[in-house]
C-alpha cells in the first residue's frame, strides 16, 4: 500500500455529503482530538512542566531573569504550544496557573516576552509579544519557565 493519503473530499464522496459538511465534521474531530490529548502536539503540551515565579515587587527584568535561573528561556515553538494548553484549561479565565486579575504572566524566549492577560472585566485572553529590554513587571506579575 502506498503513501495514499485520505482526504475531505475522499470522506464527503464515501459518506455521500457535501464537502463543506465533511470539512465542518473533519475540522471538529481534529479539535476533539486535540482537547482530549489524542493528538501528538496537544500531548505533548498536556505534558509539559512550567514551574511560576510570582514577583514579590516590583523588578526589573534582569533582576527576574536572574531569579528564574539559566535556563528559564522557552523555545519560541515550545511557548506557543505552552500558553495554548494554559488558555484551554482557563478559556473564560477562570482560576488556575495563569493570573487572571489584569497582571501578567510572562514567558521568555531568547527574542520576546510573552505577555498573557486577562484583563479586569475582560472576555478573552490577550497574547503580546514584546522585545526583550531593560523595563520591568509590577509586583504580583508571575514569571513562567521550563520546568523539569
Known amino acids: 500500500m502506498g503513501d495514499t493519503k485520505y482526504t475531505v473530499t475522499d470522506a464527503a464522496k464515501e459518506t455521500e455529503v457535501s464537502s463543506r459538511e465533511a470539512s465542518s ?3 471538529q474531530a481534529r479539535k476533539d482530538a486535540q482537547e482530549s490529548g489524542e493528538l501528538p502536539e496537544r500531548a505533548a503540551n498536556k505534558a509539559a512542566k512550567v514551574n511560576t515565579f510570582d514577583l514579590p ?24 504550544g505552552i500558553i ?3 488558555i484551554a484549561e482557563q478559556p473564560n479565565g477562570e482560576e488556575g496557573t495563569l493570573l487572571n486579575n489584569g497582571i501578567a504572566n510572562l514567558f521568555y ?9 486577562w484583563p479586569v472585566g475582560g472576555r478573552e ?3 503580546n509579544a514584546w522585545i ?8 504580583g506579575a508571575r514569571a513562567f519557565f521550563p520546568g523539569n
Do not use: Y
Open 125 to 127: 485572553w490577550i497574547v
Open 132 to 139: 526583550r529590554n531593560p523595563l520591568g513587571q509590577v509586583a
Open 57 to 80: 515587587r516590583s523588578m526589573h527584568t534582569s533582576e527576574i531573569e536572574s531569579e528564574l535561573g539559566p535556563d528559564h528561556l522557552f523555545d519560541k515553538t515550545q511557548v506557543r
Open 25 to 27: 465534521t473533519w475540522h
Open 84 to 86: 495554548a494548553g494554559l
Open 109 to 117: 524566549t531568547s527574542s520576546c516576552v510573552m505577555d498573557v492577560r
